[in-house]
Protein backbone atom coordinates (compact mmCIF):
# COMPACT_ATOMS: atom_id res chain seq x y z
CA UNK A 1 0.00 0.00 0.00
CA UNK A 2 1.32 3.53 -0.65
CA UNK A 3 1.54 5.68 1.85
CA UNK A 4 0.00 9.44 1.46
CA UNK A 5 0.89 12.88 3.73
CA UNK A 6 -1.04 16.14 2.46
CA UNK A 7 0.32 19.01 4.04
CA UNK A 8 -0.56 22.80 3.06
CA UNK A 9 -4.12 23.19 5.01
CA UNK A 10 -4.40 26.20 6.93
CA UNK A 11 -6.64 29.10 7.90
CA UNK A 12 -7.79 32.08 5.15
CA UNK A 13 -10.00 34.91 4.92
CA UNK A 14 -12.56 34.34 2.12
CA UNK A 15 -11.54 35.25 -1.30
CA UNK A 16 -7.81 33.58 -0.20
CA UNK A 17 -6.14 31.08 -1.85
CA UNK A 18 -4.36 27.80 -0.90
CA UNK A 19 -2.32 24.76 -2.40
CA UNK A 20 -2.71 21.47 -0.63
CA UNK A 21 0.15 19.21 -1.57
CA UNK A 22 -0.19 15.15 -1.12
CA UNK A 23 3.73 13.63 -1.27
CA UNK A 24 3.52 9.64 -2.23
CA UNK A 25 6.62 7.28 -0.37
CA UNK A 26 8.00 6.39 -3.50
CA UNK A 27 7.21 6.26 -7.45
CA UNK A 28 3.45 6.16 -7.94
CA UNK A 29 1.56 5.55 -11.06
CA UNK A 30 -1.75 4.97 -9.65
CA UNK A 31 -4.74 7.55 -10.33
CA UNK A 32 -4.69 10.13 -7.35
CA UNK A 33 -7.78 12.05 -6.25
CA UNK A 34 -8.40 14.88 -3.87
CA UNK A 35 -11.35 14.51 -0.76
CA UNK A 36 -12.60 16.73 1.45
CA UNK A 37 -14.94 15.90 4.73
CA UNK A 38 -17.07 19.01 6.68
CA UNK A 39 -17.94 18.32 10.42
CA UNK A 40 -20.54 16.05 10.56
CA UNK A 41 -20.98 15.30 6.62
CA UNK A 42 -19.76 12.71 4.65
CA UNK A 43 -16.68 12.06 2.05
CA UNK A 44 -17.04 14.49 -0.84
CA UNK A 45 -14.74 14.02 -4.30
CA UNK A 46 -13.28 16.68 -5.61
CA UNK A 47 -10.79 16.24 -8.07
CA UNK A 48 -8.99 13.36 -9.68
CA UNK A 49 -6.25 13.54 -12.12
CA UNK A 50 -4.68 10.40 -14.00
CA UNK A 51 -0.73 10.09 -14.36
CA UNK A 52 -0.63 8.90 -17.76
CA UNK A 53 -2.04 11.46 -19.79
CA UNK A 54 -3.11 13.79 -16.77
CA UNK A 55 -7.18 13.70 -17.59
CA UNK A 56 -8.69 16.03 -14.80
CA UNK A 57 -12.48 15.50 -13.57
CA UNK A 58 -13.79 17.75 -11.13
CA UNK A 59 -16.62 18.18 -8.79
CA UNK A 60 -19.04 21.08 -9.98
CA UNK A 61 -18.68 22.74 -7.07
CA UNK A 62 -15.17 23.90 -6.82
CA UNK A 63 -14.71 23.64 -11.24
CA UNK A 64 -13.03 27.39 -12.32
CA UNK A 65 -11.80 27.35 -8.87
CA UNK A 66 -9.53 24.11 -8.15
CA UNK A 67 -6.71 22.63 -10.00
CA UNK A 68 -5.49 19.70 -9.63
CA UNK A 69 -1.73 18.83 -10.74
CA UNK A 70 0.97 16.38 -10.16
CA UNK A 71 4.48 17.24 -9.67
CA UNK A 72 6.96 16.49 -12.02
CA UNK A 73 8.50 13.50 -9.92
CA UNK A 74 5.06 11.68 -10.32
CA UNK A 75 4.66 11.14 -6.95
CA UNK A 76 3.33 14.48 -5.38
CA UNK A 77 -0.42 15.51 -6.72
CA UNK A 78 -1.28 19.34 -5.35
CA UNK A 79 -4.70 20.76 -4.99
CA UNK A 80 -4.68 24.95 -6.22
CA UNK A 81 -7.73 26.20 -4.24
CA UNK A 82 -8.67 29.41 -5.49
CA UNK A 83 -11.50 32.49 -4.15
CA UNK A 84 -11.89 30.10 -1.24
CA UNK A 85 -15.47 30.20 0.52
CA UNK A 86 -16.30 29.48 4.01
CA UNK A 87 -18.17 26.36 2.90
CA UNK A 88 -15.00 24.86 1.89
CA UNK A 89 -14.34 24.49 5.29
CA UNK A 90 -13.17 21.03 5.95
CA UNK A 91 -10.78 18.04 6.53
CA UNK A 92 -9.08 17.53 2.94
CA UNK A 93 -7.75 14.09 2.15
CA UNK A 94 -5.67 12.86 -0.68
CA UNK A 95 -6.07 9.34 -2.59
CA UNK A 96 -4.80 7.03 -4.83
CA UNK A 97 -5.91 3.57 -6.41
CA UNK A 98 -5.02 1.78 -9.59
CA UNK A 99 -7.53 1.19 -12.39
CA UNK A 100 -10.64 3.66 -11.63
CA UNK A 101 -12.59 3.93 -13.96
CA UNK A 102 -13.49 7.75 -15.08
CA UNK A 103 -17.30 7.50 -13.85
CA UNK A 104 -15.94 6.42 -10.11
CA UNK A 105 -12.98 9.04 -10.07
CA UNK A 106 -14.63 10.92 -7.58
CA UNK A 107 -15.89 8.15 -5.15
CA UNK A 108 -13.66 7.47 -2.34
CA UNK A 109 -14.79 3.54 -2.47
CA UNK A 110 -12.65 3.08 -5.47
CA UNK A 111 -9.58 4.11 -3.68
CA UNK A 112 -8.19 1.82 -1.06
CA UNK A 113 -4.76 4.40 -0.20
CA UNK A 114 -5.43 7.28 1.88
CA UNK A 115 -3.59 9.76 3.61
CA UNK A 116 -4.32 11.68 7.19
CA UNK A 117 -5.87 14.77 6.40
CA UNK A 118 -4.81 18.45 6.46
CA UNK A 119 -7.20 21.01 7.74
CA UNK A 120 -8.79 23.91 5.75
CA UNK A 121 -10.61 26.66 7.71
CA UNK A 122 -12.41 29.24 5.87
CA UNK A 123 -13.46 32.37 7.70
CA UNK A 124 -15.92 35.06 6.15
Known amino acids: AQVLAESGGGSVQAGGALRLSCRAAGYILDNMGWFRQRAGQGREGLAMIYPDDGRTYYTDSVKGRFTVSRGSAKNTMYLLMNDLKPEDTAMYYC???????????????????WGQGTMVTVSS
Open 95 to 113: AADRGIATGWALVGSSYKN
